[in-house]
């Protein structure tokens, strides 16, 4: 019944922008923290930022602190991932996930998850 459905991923080049949208259904939007992850080929899944349930506080991972915003619409259950100055490190697989309660660091940690959206960022 719960579904976060990714959109907005695509190609661009490096120092191009993209904003990624995810649409939350069948839970009490705001009730639950909102977090960003990607996972690269080969690589871990990683954090890349989260939410509170207002919207009021946000946390970033150190490699894209100044470039993301993270954002929610609780009227709509939108959360957003607004992404400036891409680079090609970038690129990767991007998905939303919903934690009933305080938003974390920790994928392990979060109830539901989105399919994700990939976002390619060209040299």
């Known amino acids: 019944q719960v579904q976060l459905v990714e959109s907005g991923g695509g190609l661009v080049q490096a120092g191009g922008s993209l904003k990624l949208s995810c649409a939350v259904s069948?839970?009490?939007?705001?009730?639950?923290?909102m977090g960003w992850f990607r996972q690269a080929p080969g690589k871990e899944r990683e954090f890349v930022a989260a939410?509170?349930?207002?919207?009021?506080?946000?946390y970033y991972t150190d490699s894209v602190r100044g470039r993301f915003t993270i954002s929610r619409d609780n009227a709509k259950n939108l959360v957003y991932l607004q992404m400036d100055s891409l680079k090609p490190e970038d690129t990767a697989a991007y998905s939303c996930?919903?934690?009933?309660?305080?938003?974390?660091?920790?994928?392990?940690?979060?109830?539901?998850w989105g399919q994700g959206t990939q976002v390619t960022v060209s040299s």
């Open positions: 996930a919903a934690r009933r309660g305080i938003a974390t660091i920790e994928p392990g940690e979060y109830n539901y």
């Open positions: 069948g839970l009490t939007f705001s009730s639950y923290g």
């Open positions: 939410i509170s349930f207002s919207g009021s506080s946000t």
